[in-house]
Nanobody, 123 residues
């Protein structure tokens, strides 16, 4: 079983910064990619940023490019999202996602989700 535990959300004024963390634990053979998604009220869940393991390739939503930075601590199975110059439209529940191989011989590879952490940006 795999668990993703997020932390770092909160309330911040526009222009401020927050750093989200997500730690993966459990039966992990390989983490193939980790990322962050967000969902605001009445909106669909959307990709914010993702980072792959093999090449460290990152990809960002256009709306956060230049403001958010995703990074990994491979030894700790942790992904971070540094969020700067926050805007009220960044307000959402932020979810950690991980593409994890749990059984190499059986080829078991699944997507896992954290429970989410609330980020609220006041104007």
């Amino acid at each position: 079983q795999v668990q993703l535990v997020e932390s770092g959300g909160g309330l911040v004024q526009a222009g401020g910064s927050l750093r989200l963390s997500c730690a993966a634990s459990g039966t992990i053979v390989r983490i193939n990619a980790m990322g962050w998604y967000r969902q605001a009220p009445r909106n669909k869940r959307e990709l914010v940023a993702i980072i792959t393991t093999s090449a460290g390739i990152t990809n960002y939503a256009e709306s956060v490019k230049g403001r958010f930075t995703i990074s990994r601590d491979y030894a700790k199975n942790t992904v971070y999202l540094q969020m700067n110059s926050l805007k009220p439209e960044d307000t959402a529940v932020y979810y950690c996602n991980a593409d994890i191989t749990t059984d190499w011989a059986k080829g078991r590879r699944e997507d896992y989700w954290g429970r989410g952490t609330q980020v609220t940006v006041s104007s």
